[in-house]
């Protein structure tokens, strides 16, 4: 008779799967809490300790590591000494092994959880069967995944065995497993023991959803999300209505939140290609959304907009007047719903805003991974310097504020034209400071005329601050550190800006 070793931690249809094996001639070999479950089934079972001749010890910690476990499932059916060394030590062969691990992930996201519990969740004897068994794979089938159960009975009731290419695929999908479990506990333990930036990074993402394409039709593309949610992130947004997301509508959705959780008031930010083409902010969601699209009712077509708030009737009402791709909140009222999803395709997704700032940030290139901490930092006002003749006043203040928040969330060189109200004009990206100022300010047009000026980075130059002066703007914020800042303070001290220096740069490649 052939044999299979079924130990697993999750026993959804387990005893099932064990009874049509054994209704194909196969002995079942089990262990603890499995050998209990398919005994109450009525399953025959052969304990481990008596294919070992040796017991469970160490309350339960080893038990299958022995030869003849690992002998039976990495015995090469094909090489005359291996089987000759097996029957030498009265060895079976095992031809299938379905194993699934102990709940580590389950443990460590529990808040009460303490580091002995998360220990004693560190699988040992599974992954050793799994991997023994998948090395061999041109003569065992490994199960690691429930979904395969199904795919694993029909081919042996079919053709007496799995097909190698069956057998390849399942010791793959042991291998992605086994490693994606290695790196939840490496992950764990090393935030255990403090380490930021460790000698090693080992992630593991699961597949959320294919999607259609990526950044354009002809790339291949797919959104993996990471295991354990710590923040609030599109990956664990919940979808309420429209089409799947696309690739570029999670990039954008993604920029639309982190520029949202900078704010405690109601805010309404409208994102195209991760950059803000607008934001607001009001006393109500309506009001900060009908300042946003005021802020540039062009750009906001086909956009994003991500909103700190529930969505009401009143809100949805005007959202529904324009085209969207998402609409993102922490939630939508049921007249809200019911204006909204009258539109086919518009995404509408929920997120609670509860906590959205990642503790470190990473980013892909060509060969290798960048990691860094996020652009979290609480910036003390305390240390912030007007270096200027001109004083701000309680409105500039606030306006330098808002749109400081703003500015750290647009691709650089970054400039922001507004009040304490809104955006008025945005310039993203550009090869020179200049030419960022110079597109801000005639997006705002006559109302740069005392509104404020935002920059992420030091002006290497005075012509931002002498353009932003006579486009009528009154006060200016940036991080200072130029070995020209005494050319620009003298520039705004000409025109009478206020200039606010904050020691802080937001460069956003």
């Not at 001639?25 to 050998?35: A, V």
């Not at 079919?158 to 390849?168: L, M, P, Q, V, Y």
């Not at 982190?258 to 607008?278: L, Q, R």
């Amino acid at each position: 008779m052939k044999r299979a070793l079924i130990s697993v931690s999750d026993k959804t249809g387990v005893t099932e799967f064990a009874k049509e094996l054994v209704a194909l001639d196969y002995e079942i070999i089990s262990t603890g809490g499995t050998k209990t479950a398919l005994e109450e089934a009525g399953v025959p079972v052969i304990g481990v300790e008596e294919v070992t001749d040796f017991p469970e010890m160490l309350d339960g910690r080893v038990k299958t590591l022995h030869p003849a476990i690992h002998g039976a499932l990495l015995a090469r059916r094909d090489h005359e000494s291996h089987m000759e060394a097996l029957h030498a030590h009265h060895i079976e062969t095992i031809d299938v092994v379905c194993v699934n691990l102990y709940p580590f992930q389950e443990t460590i996201t529990r808040k009460d959880v303490t580091l002995e519990e998360a220990i004693e969740n560190i699988d040992i004897g599974g992954p050793s069967m799994l991997r023994s068994a998948s090395k061999n794979y041109a003569a065992v089938t490994v199960v690691v995944d429930k979904n395969d159960y199904a795919a694993v009975l029909e081919e042996l009731r079919t053709h007496g065995a799995t097909t190698f290419a069956t057998r390849e695929r399942l010791a793959a999908k042991v291998f992605r497993h086994t490693a994606a479990y290695d790196a939840l506990i490496a992950e764990y333990l090393t935030e255990q023991a403090g380490e930021t930036f460790p000698e090693k990074i080992t992630l593991t993402y699961d597949l959320k959803q294919p999607l259609r394409y990526g950044e354009n039709p002809h790339q291949k593309a797919a959104f993996y999300a990471e295991p354990i949610a710590k923040y609030d992130a599109i990956s664990t947004a919940e979808q309420l209505h429209g089409k799947e997301l696309s690739y570029n509508n999670i990039k954008d959705a993604d920029a639309a939140l982190k520029i949202a959780a900078e704010f405690e008031e109601p805010v309404a930010v409208a994102v195209k290609h991760m950059n803000p083409c607008g934001v607001g902010v009001g006393d109500t969601i309506e009001t900060a959304f009908l300042r946003a699209y005021e802020a540039d009712r062009t750009s906001i077509f086909g956009g994003i907009i991500a909103l700190n708030r529930e969505v009401d009737q009143q809100t949805a009402e005007h959202l529904s007047e324009i085209f969207l791709e998402i609409v993102l909140a922490p939630s939508f009222s049921a007249e809200a719903l019911d204006i909204l999803t009258k539109k086919k395709n518009i995404r509408l997704l929920v997120l609670p805003f509860t906590k959205t700032k990642p503790n470190l940030e990473k980013t892909s290139v060509i060969g290798g991974l960048l990691v860094q901490d996020g652009d979290t930092q609480v910036e003390d006002i305390a240390t912030y310097e007007v270096v200027t003749k001109a004083q701000p006043t309680e409105e500039e203040w606030k306006a330098l504020l808002t749109q400081w928040k703003i500015v750290k969330h647009v691709k650089s060189n970054a400039i922001v034209v507004g009040n304490d109200k809104q955006t008025l004009g945005i310039g993203a990206g550009q090869m020179n400071r200049i030419g960022s100022a110079v597109i801000a300010l005639e997006q705002a047009g006559e109302k740069s005329h005392g509104a404020v000026l935002a920059s992420d980075a030091f002006f290497p130059m005075n012509d931002t601050v002498e353009a932003a002066a006579k486009a009528g703007i009154k006060a200016i914020i940036q991080p200072g550190g130029s070995i020209k800042d005494k050319e620009s303070i003298e520039m705004a001290d000409q025109y009478g800006v206020a200039m606010v220096v904050t020691h802080v740069r937001h460069f956003k490649h």
